[in-house]
Each structure stands twice: as C-alpha cells, then as structure tokens.
C-alpha cells in the first residue's frame, strides 16, 4: 500500500462526510427554523427517511457484492454515483414555492433521494477496506486515513458552513437560498474527492461471493460479533448524532450571540460552528492515535477506555456556567469527548472488517459488501433515532422555534441534557455492549493466517 492510495481512500470519507456532517447537525435546524416544518414533522421526517436509507444499505451490499467491472466490485460505484450524490444535496436545501403539505412531500423526496445516493456510493467505499489488502493491521491503518479525511472533511465543512451563509446574505441572497448556495459550493467539493478517491485507489484483494443472497444473510444472522458489533456502531452514531444535532440549539438558546473571547487586540465569536470545528479537529487526533494505542493495548481495550473518558467527559459538560470560564470549559470538554469519538471511529471500521474476515473464515465465502453495509445500516439507525429523539424531546422540553424568542428554563435545560447526560447514557450502555464482544488479537491473527493460505491456493 501506497501513501497516494492511503490518502486517495480517506478522501472518498472526506466527500461523505462533508455532506453527512451538515445533514446531521443543520438539517434538523434548517427543517424547523428556515424550511419552516414543525419539530413534530421534522423528527417524523428524519426517523422515516433514515431507516429506510438504514434499510437500503444491506440491499445496496448484496448488490455490490455480485457487481463485476474492470474496475472491480466497489470501486466503480464512486464514478458512477459522484454526480447524482452532488446533485442531490443541492435539491436537498432547495426551498420550492409551495404550500405547507407540498413542501413536506418536497422534504421526503428530496430527503430519501439524497439518502439513497448517499448509500449508493458510501456502501462500496466502506466495502472496499476488505478488498484493497488482506492485512488485518494494514486495515487499521487504511481506517485510520479514512476517519482523519472524514474529519479533515467535517471541520472543512462545518467550518465554511455558516461563514459561507453569512457571505451569500452580504450579496443579497436571502436565508433560505444563502443556505442552498453554501450547499453548491460544498456539493462541489465533494465530486472532485470521489474522483479522486477513484482514481487512486486499487482493489487487489479477490474474493469469492455466494451465489445465493439468502445464503449470506442467513450466515450473517448467526454471527455473534457481528450482532454486537452493529449495536456498537449504532451507539456511537446515536452519541455523536444528539450532541451534534443539538449544539446549534444549544449556542442559539443557551451560550447566545453574546459570546466572544476578548483578546485585547481583537475578539473571537464563540459559536456552533466552531464548536463543532475544534472537535472535528480533535477527532483527527484521536484518528491519529488510534493506530498506535490500539496496538499497545489491542482494539477492544482502547475502544473500551474511550468510552469511559465519553461518560464521565459527557456528565461534566452538564454543570459548564454560561459565563467566560465556563466557555473555555465547554471548549475543553469537547476537545476531550472528540478526541475519544476520533479513536472510536477508525476502529469500529477496522472491526468490522474483522468481523468480514472472521465470517470468511467460519463460512467459506466472501460477504464483504453486505457486512460493511450492516455497519452503515446500524450507524443509519443510530443517526435515524437520534434526529428524531432530538426533535422530540425539544418538543417535550417546551422548546419554541419562533425567531427572537426568549427560551423557557425548561427547555434551556433540555438542551442541556441532550449535551450531557443523555449522551453519556449512550456511552454507558456502549460498554455493556462491548463487553460481549469476542475477537481478540490473537484470534484475528490465527484466522488471517488461515485466510491467507487459502485465498492463495484458491488462486
């Protein structure tokens, strides 16, 4: 493996990330403060279109699975589906001239649209970490480029975000089409690194699919790590999801518009998007040091210790003071919680690969595309719930979306338990869930080795 095909992968999770990222932390405040949906259709909207993208997935992996090109099984899929993925997105924040009900069937269409080419394309991505080497540590090093891009994408992202915005409405744009205009320019960013991702990476890895779907899935059904492994990527999307969706909430409703640091010189703005910057930033050095604390401690203990620092990072951020030194708390706690979130992510891919070779191992047959699917799915349904949950317990809180409104102590609360305690929660049942767990360094090595002998004399 190349340094070019390292950083040509973690660019196709750079693309995808730049999109997921605004869809799951601006969408929810798009859809209830500028689109105009009530909180009660928002989080409807959300739960429904995501599990149905959450459902797509597995068909979108046997699919690709079956798929031959001279390209190979994955890698095509980011050619062919670059364009309807930019596209899409830009349909996505476009407000059309219509009534209430037909701006919300707009909102579904253009929503299931947007998360069906998104699974069109994400799925082979992930996919393909199976098929471009069959070295269990050379994976982790590939997941860990990808989830250093996806971040490096993310802070790209929600950095430009409402700079971008705010530029368009200088011009004489208004709010709704500033926002449209800021997804252009995002959409196009994108396309370039998909091409990109497709023009410098290789498939070398040859494996063999079952010609029975039916086949697949029932081998999947009986496989325990992969069972735990998919609550695992749910809860971590779940986590990252609720904070995320609720930060813009959060610095609206509770820190403000009044927030700056004042360095003498000059003063520094203290909102979501920055927020959420320093901790895209951050979760690329806990990419960053995933790979070798993983390989002290093996992958189980470092993704467990991780989410110990996420319960007890997350509880603290509760009793953080709307005042200057509870904002550079706030600041710190998010440089931790991310920094935890950044060595989670690359692992749960690495695992998952795992899992595909484990399946491989126990079956005979080569189910790549359908498990790395499953962990879409899995993260899907997390995100799903958790934009739904958002909207919900906003609604349940008494939080009122009307412009220059002063929130309730209530709702102002709410929105401190969505930063805190409910996030920890999560991180909790996480390391239940990860107790179960079963492949361990050693076993990984024992079946990499027996796969390695029999890929070759299959050849």
Known sequence: MTQKEKIGYGLGDMSSSMFWKIFSYYLPFFYSNIFGLTLADAGLLMLITRVWDALFDPMMGAVVDRTHSRW???????????VPFAVSGILLFTIPDFGYTGKLAWAYVTYILMMTVYTGINVPYGAMLG???DDSNAKTVFSSYRMFFAYGGSFIALGAWEPLCRLFQSMGCTVAASWQYAMVVIAIACLIGFFACFGMTRERVKTISSKSVFKDVKSLLVNSPWWILNVMAMCSNLFNTVRGATATYYFKDYVSSDAFWDFGAFSLMLYAG???MVGEICNMAGVVL???FSAKVGKKPAYCLSLVGLVIFSILFFFMPNTVPGWWWMMLLQVLISICTGIISPL???MYADVADYAEHKDGTSSTGLIFSSGSMAQKFGSAFAGWAVMALLAFFGYNT???VMQTPEAVNGLKYLMSF????IALLSIFVLWLYPLNRSQMCVINSELAKRRKGAR
Not at 73 to 82: D, G
Not at 422 to 425: D, M
Request: charged content about 10%; aromatic content about 16%.
């Open 274 to 276: 920055l927020f959420l």
């Open 131 to 133: 098929v471009m080497t």
């Open 290 to 292: 995933a790979v070798p």
């Open 422 to 425: 409910i996030p920890a929660g």
């Open 72 to 82: 190979g099984k994955y890698r095509p899929y980011l050619l062919w589906m670059a």
């Open 402 to 404: 009307a412009e220059n």
């Open 348 to 350: 749960i891919w690495s």
